[in-house]
């Protein structure tokens, strides 16, 4: 029986995206999916895409118009959960792979969500507050026609945060005639917020990483780290890593690249990149690097916690470090993780490493519902002890199937997503 299946039109045919990376994934997890595989091709295509046209009014009178985008790529398993990402450089493809990686995500770390994204093509820095404030309205009303606590949740991401998550929550609310807190996650605790939730990502970095380092047999306590991208993700694995004696050598932001050998300043390194919105300019560095050689710095673990396509066939067989933890989303190309495994570099892929965002998220929500909050402790130790049976999980596919962490987390995250989906079979 031969399947046809006809290419959608928004695909583009050379396309070297990070959607290009995301397809290429799901076809070295296919081979391992069993009977599975039947549905894989559900995966390589979104289950709805909305783009929006978001006008706004700026602050000198004239109307300026962006694009906005919110893809679910999957439903199978729960509602749609994802963030919302504002930069110039968004594009449909780049929010349907990030919508597909919350997808695996989401199963790989078994929380009961399916995947999706969103986005704007803008940079907010070209903005002033009432600005942003009435394209992030603008954009959640058009895409409120799809949004809701119990069919897609929204959330923070790159270059938003809990103040664009208010706006957000009261927008939505305001046209549904209710307060309805549990349309997104990532809130101020003052709406229903979860304790917890803005370090959770660099949490569950750091967790993962010291579950990482321990298989490896590297102690923390003096590990030399790089971090690129110094945000909410960056910025605090990084603190927990300084907190655990770790050293961290070099840190690259869109400001420049910083390095010190005995490891720089953490705390006063976030309080300059609050005051001046990135590193550059910090006093307390021993050198300046170019941007170029980031990647070849001497040290123990990689965070890449910026952008996607960081690590490439062009700078993987520099880098120095034993393992990688994925802070972003997609930093590193297929063709880099051949490099890297060949190396014998341990790649903990971003499904697992950055789940912690999505699993307090998943907290939030709960929390929501039920109207009943969680101390701050209880948030810690919930997350840590899911971040470590998601690590360990994979490890044994791992083991058990000689691939990389990340075909491995791949099986685990399809598989459930398929399951899901051949148990509920086709309707209408
Ligand atoms: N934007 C985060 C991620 O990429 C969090 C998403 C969420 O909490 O829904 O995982």
Wanted: charged letters at 20%; proline letters at 4%.
């Amino acid at each position: 029986m031969s399947t046809q299946h006809q290419i959608p039109s928004y695909l583009t045919p050379h396309e070297t995206g990070p959607w290009a990376v995301y397809l290429e994934q799901i076809d070295r997890v296919t081979p391992y999916l069993g009977h599975l595989s039947r549905w894989v091709e559900t995966l390589k295509r979104p289950k709805r895409i909305l783009v929006v046209d978001v006008p706004i009014e700026r602050d000198d009178g004239s109307i300026a118009h962006f694009e906005g985008y919110r893809v679910q790529h999957n439903t199978s398993r729960g509602p749609g959960k994802g963030g919302v990402r504002f930069h110039q450089d968004v594009t449909l493809s780049e929010v349907m792979a990030l919508s597909a990686w919350m997808t695996i995500k989401n199963s790989a770390v078994n929380v009961p969500y399916g995947g999706a994204k969103g986005g704007i093509r803008v940079d907010p820095k070209t903005l002033s507050h009432g600005e942003l404030m009435r394209m992030t309205r603008r954009y959640t009303s058009e895409i409120g026609i799809i949004i809701g606590p119990d069919k897609d949740i929204p959330a923070p991401d790159v270059n938003t945060n809990e103040q664009t998550m208010a706006w957000m929550m009261d927008t939505y609310s305001m046209n549904e005639g209710r307060t309805a807190t549990g349309v997104v996650t990532g809130k101020p605790i003052s709406l229903g917020g979860s304790l917890g939730r803005r370090e959770a990502t660099g949490r569950g970095v750091f967790v993962v990483g010291c579950e990482a380092a321990s298989k490896r047999g590297l102690d923390i306590a003096g590990a030399k780290i790089a971090v690129q991208g110094f945000g909410n993700v960056g910025g605090i694995a990084a603190r927990l890593f300084a907190e655990a004696g770790a050293k961290i050598v070099a840190v690259q932001d869109h400001g420049g690249t910083i390095f010190h050998s005995n490891g720089l300043n953490v705390h006063k390194l976030l309080e300059h990149v609050a005051a001046h919105g990135s590193v550059a300019g910090f006093e307390g560095a021993e050198a300046v690097l170019p941007d170029q050689e980031f990647f070849a710095v001497h040290c123990d673990i990689l965070i890449p916690a910026a952008l996607e396509q960081q690590i490439t066939a062009a700078n993987a067989d520099q880098i120095k470090a034993k393992i990688i933890l994925e802070g972003a989303n997609g930093p590193t190309t297929p063709e880099a993780d051949d490099i890297l495994r060949d190396k014998g570099v341990l790649v903990v892929p971003d499904v697992i490493a950055n789940a912690g965002g999505v699993t307090v998220s998943y907290f939030e929500w709960v929390q929501d519902f039920s109207s009943y909050f969680w101390s701050e402790d209880e948030i810690n130790q919930r997350l840590t002890r899911i971040m470590k049976e998601a690590f360990h999980a994979v490890w044994q596919v791992t083991e058990d199937k000689s691939v990389s962490l990340r075909t491995a987390a791949f099986i685990i995250g399809c598989s459930r997503v398929l399951q899901a989906r051949e148990v509920r079979g086709l309707y209408p």
